[in-house]
Each structure stands twice: as structure tokens, then as C-alpha cells.
């Protein structure tokens, strides 16, 4: 903090015109890539709540017209979205649950100077990362374990990501110091309690960041569960997203009468979509985003 | 066997240590490793009564299929096309925006761009995708709304292949240029301030110090990013996305090799053809990632091992 300062007043006596200029160039340039990637979300958000005859006429860019609460509350009223969520919910949670244990089951060791073979391992680990059997064998693996249509099939085969062991990993070789560790196994504590009583209470940041990262992959992604699942009872929100959003196909409109009045709800219940289906990360995001900068930064110390 | 003995020692000391990452270890072998054992069915035919290890060999039959077939060259060419297009327009977005951020020294203004640029990287892809649809329509879409407005011809963005790689590229910077960005900003934090103070004394300009000081300290990340990146250099983007972009009408540019082996594969069920089409493009990867990795140490001091 204090470097920055002094190189701020260092920087202001000799402010040249070159350099106001480039600095005027730099501050165009950072609001215009601003507004370049925050158009299309406030779009969005404007109409999902305007007239959709506005929106699809192109009457309204950017402040809502003629508010209208159609499309929320269509949605709410689908058995698919709601379905959706409390499927995505329960993945989520029994997920990052799996993510987060086999993360901190493999960081711990790996993190422990006195274990034996953690070069080993971590290269045994770290060679799927530039490696891997593909697709094909994959799926059929899948298949022969039985997992297919089952929610094993969603949870299990990505219980661990690499990278996010070596982000623990480095973590807790970086926080906790290795004296105490030393001078607790001297005292006779065991690995296990060791784990529970000084390491993950010393860790709680890194968990949180751990828990996030997890949490916000399990909610966005859908790959899996689209090769995976066939039981539409068992589809996680972002697969009726694809349909709704990219197919456009919505439940409502497909058994309804047809009627313009009808396409039209069904473009506002699109842009209602987008903004159901990150409700969640809305909410969150300022936590979020700080967290998820602290954990590209531990990660990038280097493995 | 001297060796051999201190690691049953190690291992009956920290017995717990082992059994903890048991599991994980488990994982790997059942998920990430078996599958490697059986892409040995790209060079058999594999039938699911016989199962991997029974199925007959039959060499390098699938492999010839895929050079010799119809979509060989169409496919090798959009996932050449989008990994390049990506890499050339895609790389350096990030590395000038936290070159231009590290510059801001009012704090709020700082803040606001990042939190802005961040935002993208949380929505997922069926989201982005779809935020795509909605916009670029040609009937309703804002985009064409604006261009007729500006007395243009509308564009079939989604539809016209012409336009595939374009927006698939330039959507994939929108989302991840900002996050992007984090990792060389941590660069560029790590800076000695007093290098910028002496090059300002001795009259160097703002432009100058930045070209002279701030870009060669991100350097080594920039060199280890492009690595990752030029291995990855028949990746042809993430099948992810692309499957939510593609449909019949731009498929002549959209199919690239990881959605023609899902095509074949998941979809047609052609097991150890598409098998061989993955190992074929794994291990074209593989071999750009060690040889790019090789010239980059015996050119400088970064390489990833």
C-alpha cells in the first residue's frame, strides 16, 4: 500500500502530455470494454421484465418499457424449471460435498513433507491433466459400471478436478508452517487429528474457496448429465435451459393454442430464464468473485 | 531395497496419510487411467458382449477410415481454424487488459471494470449460448435490430456458417477476457515500484515504462500460458459450447474433431471408430504440448517441466 502511494506522487510530478494522453486513451478504452460486457446482460435483465413486443421489434435496448412480470411468473409456474432446480440443488450440494473431501483427502498428504512418495503421486495425478483415455472409453466405462441414468453418473466420475488438489495442496504448504506441524507430531499427535484439529481449522479460506469453485462447476455445467441422464426427472436445470433457451422449446407454448400473444410470452419467459437460472450467482457474486480471484492466485504460485 | 524398505517404513508410520488419499488414488485408476487401457478399442473392433479385452484386434483399420473419409478434411481444417482464431485473437485480449487495468490508480474505477469484465466467467455455457440465440436472431435479435437501423442488411449470425467461428470466438473472449486477465494482473502486482520511480527520474515515459518494465515481468506467465495453449492447438475449442452452437445449418463449419467424435460415437454408436478419431487427436495434442515445450526451454528458461 505504501509503495503505491509514493509511486502515485512519483508518477504526478513528472505527468508529461504523452502521458496524460495515454492515460485519457486507457480510460476510454477500460469503459468501452465495460459497457462492451455488460450490454448484453443489462439487456437481457431489461426484457425479461418489458413488453415483449417492445423487445422483439427492437424498440427497447436498454431501459425497460412497459413492465410486465409475465415471464417470472410463467416460469414459476413450470413443473420443468422447478423440477430443474431441486435437481440441480441436490447436485450441487452432494457434489461439492464429494469434490470438496476428495480434495482435501488428497491435498493433506501431498501437503506433508514427511510423506513419502508425494512426487509420485502428484505426477500420477498430474499426467491425466495432459493425458486421458477420451470420450469414447470414458462413456463406455460409465456404461459398464451401471451408472447410466442414475445420478451416481453426475456425481462420481468428476469427483475430483486436479488442479484443485494442487491449489490446496500448495495452499496449506504456504499456510500453515511446517514447524507446527513438526512440533505437533513431536507432541505426539496423529495424523488424523492433526488434520482435523490444526490443518482444516487453519484453512477455512481455502475450503471456502474450494466449496465455490466446485459449487458454481457443478451449477453450470451439463455435459454429463446430457449424455448420462434420459429420465427427464432426473435433469438438472441447465439441461431444460438448453432447451428453453437454445431450442426454444418451452412447455407452455408446445401444448397452448397457438397465438402471437403466446410467442411473444415465450420471448420474455427466455430473457426470465437467463436470469432464474443465475439467481443464485447474482446474489452471491461480489463474495464470489473475491474468492475466486484468491483462488487464481494461489493456483498460479505454481504447482 | 534399501529404498524399498524405508517406504514400508514411511508407509507404516503414516499409515493414516496413505489410507486418506486411498480413495483419490482409487478414483484415478477407475476414472482417468482405466479409460486410457481402453483405448486400446480404436484398434479393435469393439463389440459390447465381448468387452474390451476380448474384441478382436483389427490394427489400424479405423484410423485409415478417418484419413481417408469424407470428413477428414473439413474437420481437421474448423478445429485447425477455431483453435488458431482463438489463439491469435483470444491470447494477447487479456494480456492488454491487465496491462491497461494495472495502469488505473483511482481505486473505485479499478474495481468497477474488474468486477464488470469478471462477471461473464460465471454464466454457464447454456446461458451464453442462449444470451447468443436471443441477441443475434435475425428476426428479433437486438444486434440486426441495430444493423437494419443502420440501414445494413440483417446477418444470420447463428445460422450462416460464415459466421460460426466469428461468434463462437468473439463470445468466447466476452466471457473469459476478464478472468483471463487475473493471472497477469498477479504478475504485474509483483513489480518493484522502484524500478518504475528510477526509469521516471531518468524521463521515461509512461509508455515506455510499461513496454520496458511491466511487460517483460509478465513475460514468463505469458510464455507458459501460450505453451498450454499451443498444445492444445487441435483442441478446437470446448465441445461443450460448440455442441450448443451447432445445428445442420452451420455444421460445415462447426465440426470439429471432438463434436464429430461424439457424433460418431455417442451418437452413432461406432465405439472404436470414434475411439480412434479421439486417440488420434489426444495424441496430436500430446505431442504439440512436449514439442512446444522443448523449443520454448531450449529457447528461454520457461518451460512447464
Known sequence: MVTQTTLKSGGRIRQSAGDRVLDLFIYVWLIFVAMLVLYPLVYVFSASISNPEHVVTGKMWLIPMDFTSVGYTKLLQDKDVLLGYRNTLFYVSAGTLVNVVMTVLAAYPLSRRDFVGRGAITAFFAFTLFFSGGLIPTYLLIKSLHMVNTFWAIIIPTAVSVLNIVIMRTSLEHGIPNELIESASMDGCGDLRMLFRIVLPLSLPILAVMVLYYAVWNWNTYFNAMIYLNDREKFPLQLFLRDILVRGEFNELQTGEFSIQRVLEGETIKYAMVIVANLPMLLLYPFLQKYFVKGVLIGAIKG | ?305
Not at chain 2, 83 to 96: D, E, K, R, T
Not at chain 2, 187 to 213: C, K
Not at chain 2, 232 to 255: A, C, F, V, W
Open chain 2, 1 to 305: 531395497m534399501r529404498s524399498r524398505s524405508s517406504l514400508v517404513k514411511a508407509i507404516r508410520r503414516h499409515w493414516v496419510l496413505y489410507l486418506l488419499i486411498a480413495p483419490v488414488i482409487a478414483y484415478f485408476i477407475i476414472f482417468c487411467y482405466f479409460p486410457m487401457y481402453g483405448v486400446q478399442i480404436a484398434f479393435k473392433n469393439f463389440t459390447a458382449a465381448k468387452g474390451i479385452w476380448d474384441s478382436p484386434w483389427v490394427g489400424f483399420v479405423h484410423f485409415e477410415r478417418f484419413f481417408k473419409g469424407y470428413y477428414f478434411s473439413r474437420v481437421i481444417l474448423n478445429t485447425l481454424q477455431i483453435s488458431l482464431y482463438s489463439l491469435v485473437i483470444g491470447f494477447p485480449v487479456p494480456i492488454l487488459l491487465a496491462l491497461m487495468i494495472n495502469e488505473v490508480r483511482t481505486k473505485w474505477f479499478r474495481s468497477f471494470v474488474q468486477t464488470i469484465t469478471y462477471a461473464p466467467h460465471f454464466l454457464s455455457l447454456t446461458v451464453v449460448v442462449g444470451i447468443l440465440f436471443a441477441l443475434l436472431s435475425t428476426q428479433k435479435g437486438i444486434v440486426n435490430h441495430a444493423l437494419r437501423g443502420l440501414g445494413l442488411e440483417p446477418i444470420a449470425f447463428m445460422t450462416d456458417p460464415h459466421w460460426f467461428k466469428t461468434v463462437y470466438v468473439l463470445s468466447d473472449i466476452w466471457q473469459q477476457m476478464g478472468w483471463g486477465s487475473i493471472i497477469y494482473l498477479a504478475a504485474l502486482s509483483g513489480v518493484d515500484p522502484q524500478q518504475h520511480e528510477a526509469a521516471t527520474i531518468d524521463g521515461a515515459s509512461r509508455l515506455r515504462r510499461i513496454w520496458h518494465i511491466n511487460v517483460p515481468a509478465i513475460m514468463p506467465t505469458v510464455a507458459i500460458l501460450f505453451i498450454l495453449n499451443m498444445g492444445n492447438l487441435m483442441g478446437g475449442g470446448s465441445l461443450e459450447k460448440l455442441l450448443l452452437m451447432q445445428h445442420d445449418l452451420n455444421l460445415e463449419s462447426s465440426d470439429v474433431i471432438s463434436t464429430y467424435v461424439f457424433r460418431t460415437g455417442i451418437g452413432g454408436a461406432e465405439y472404436s471408430f470414434a475411439a480412434a478419431v479421439g486417440l488420434f487427436n489426444s495424441a496430436v495434442n500430446f505431442l504439440l504440448l512436449v514439442s512446444v515445450n522443448y523449443i520454448a526451454r531450449k529457447a528461454g528458461e520457461t518451460s512447464l517441466w
